[in-house]
């Protein structure tokens, strides 16, 4: 299946700094990308989609200040927390669609974000 | 407010029995149906998906859509100690168009007992 690659895995940062998440589609174009956003024992939150050389459209509260979104490229996409706080602590994924296989989404391997 | 709702389990069940899990969603318009797998830590992996009603075999796998009643589950047969996860349905709630916005249920957390 297609493979989306997803970095870093895992940060660990003081409360108030920025942090970027990369997301890559190796080996498809994916000009729809997806960023979600999951708590302990909740269910995947779609965040905002991201959409190749446009602005990002925002799901209701989320605040596009806090979480910036650039889809530079057909193959990346970024999400930035920017002045993180604790409570911003969760996992965050992205996913992509593949046109070439039956427009089926896949999934990033996610990253673990904890805000001290 | 288009919804998916899961039982969030846990469900438990012996090894080499079928575990059956079951999905409602209240948009009646909703036209593409997708079963996922994730483990604890992980992000989610496509087991199924479906668009028509009826059955679709996949292996071990088999998904059931009956869009009359907004109802989709997903059967597991031959259920090993590996299938133990949470297991997140997941809904299109459109045509699809160009967003392809999924919205996910809270998941079941199954137990596949050795």
């Known amino acids: 299946g297609a493979v989306v690659s997803q970095h870093p895995s895992r940060v660990i940062c003081k409360s108030g700094t920025s942090v970027k998440i990369e997301c890559r589609s190796l080996?498809?174009?994916?000009?729809?990308m997806f960023w979600y956003r999951q708590f302990p024992k909740q269910s995947l939150m779609l965040m905002a989609t991201s959409n190749e050389g446009s602005k990002a459209t925002y799901e209701q509260g989320v605040e596009k200040d806090k979480f910036l979104i650039n889809h530079a490229s057909l193959t990346l996409s970024t999400l930035t927390v920017t002045s993180a706080h604790p409570e911003d602590s969760s996992f965050y994924i992205c996913?992509?669609?593949?046109?070439?296989?039956?427009?089926?989404?896949?999934f990033g391997s996610g990253t673990q974000l904890s805000v001290l | 407010q288009k919804e998916v709702e899961q039982n969030s389990g846990p469900l438990s069940v012996p090894e080499g029995a079928i575990a059956s899990l079951n999905c409602t969603y209240s948009?009646?318009?909703?036209?593409?149906f997708f079963w996922y797998r994730q483990y604890s830590g992980k992000s989610p992996e496509l087991i199924m998906s479906?668009?028509?009603?009826g059955d679709k075999e996949d292996g071990r796998f088999t998904a059931q859509l009956n869009k009359a009643s907004q109802y989709v589950s997903l059967l597991i047969r031959d259920s090993q100690p590996s299938d133990s996860a949470t297991y997140l349905c997941a809904v299109i709630g459109d045509s699809g168009g160009s967003n392809y916005k999924l919205t996910f249920g809270k998941g079941t957390l199954l137990t596949v007992n050795p």
């Open positions: 479906i668009y028509s009603n």
């Open positions: 948009d009646r318009v909703s036209q593409s």
């Open positions: 996913s992509a669609r593949d046109f070439g296989n039956n427009e089926k989404l896949f």
């Open positions: 080996d498809f174009q994916a000009t729809t």
